[in-house]
């Protein structure tokens, strides 16, 4: 069975600051895809980014940045210089069947808040 | 181009009663997925519609059920409505094939029921 854990419940931060969502994940599968959402206080969940479990090259994004390491099975999300607008929930996620499109496992979410 | 659309966004229902959901798909998608958000936790999977058929189904009671039509929207029944049975429905979406950056959400269908 697929696991995603995010130890951290809720981080708060000043505007400004760096700070990194942390997720654990556990699967069977050899390979597979790691997704990072966002979910504004709209509900709405927002794709942010995907990783693929055979490239494991850290990549940057804008204020985006990743960090995935297959050997501890942790995929890391950091936000640089942090907004009032990153202020949501963020869910780490794990699609089931390597690289298929199947179900979703989700982390339980990490509460971000980011003050002025 | 319109996302994934869900009506609709705020119900109220009584116990023991039944409830209809609805997910129209981001054009060009004709995959979709429903999700059960409970507050504070993260979305589980319910099941997912493809070619009119349930493809794959989460750890849910029969008391959910689905639909596809031919457009690809879809419709989410719940019968016999619990208290437990409150919380956020989002619709996913995804495009034919195996390659694409992450499925599409919608903003979901508030349930509450009493």
């Known amino acids: 069975a697929q696991k995603v854990t995010q130890a951290q419940t809720e981080i708060s931060v000043v505007e400004k600051e760096d700070v990194t969502l942390d997720c654990v994940y556990e699967?069977?599968?050899?390979?597979?895809?790691l997704f990072w959402y966002k979910q504004p206080p709209s509900g709405e969940l927002v794709f942010l980014i995907r990783?693929?479990?055979?490239?494991?090259q850290n990549e940057i994004s804008g204020r985006y940045s990743w960090n995935f390491q297959k050997s501890t099975s942790s995929f890391n999300f950091t936000i640089t210089a942090s907004q009032v607008v990153d202020s949501a929930v963020y869910f780490c996620?794990?699609?089931?069947?390597?690289?298929?499109?199947?179900?979703?496992?989700f982390g339980q979410g990490t509460i971000l808040t980011v003050h002025p | 181009d319109a996302g994934v659309t869900q009506s609709p966004t705020h119900l109220i229902k009584t116990r023991g009663q039944q409830v209809t959901l609805r997910c129209s798909p981001k054009?060009?998608?004709?995959?979709v997925s429903w999700y059960q958000q409970a507050l504070g936790q993260g979305p589980q999977f319910i099941f997912q519609?493809?070619?009119?058929?349930?493809?794959q189904r989460g750890n849910f009671p029969d008391r959910f059920s689905g639909h596809q039509f031919p457009n690809y929207s879809s419709e989410l029944n719940v019968n016999a409505l619990l208290l437990g049975d409150s919380a956020l429905y989002l619709c996913?979406?995804?495009?034919?094939?195996?390659?694409?950056?992450?499925?599409?959400f919608g903003s979901g269908t508030r349930l509450t029921v009493v």
């Open positions: 996913a979406s995804s495009p034919p094939g195996l390659r694409h950056y992450g499925y599409t």
């Open positions: 699967t069977r599968d050899t390979t597979y895809y």
């Open positions: 990783r693929n479990s055979f490239d494991e």
């Open positions: 996620a794990l699609p089931a069947g390597g690289t298929s499109y199947g179900k979703l496992t």
């Open positions: 054009s060009g998608h004709d995959t």
């Open positions: 519609y493809y070619e009119e058929e349930e493809r």
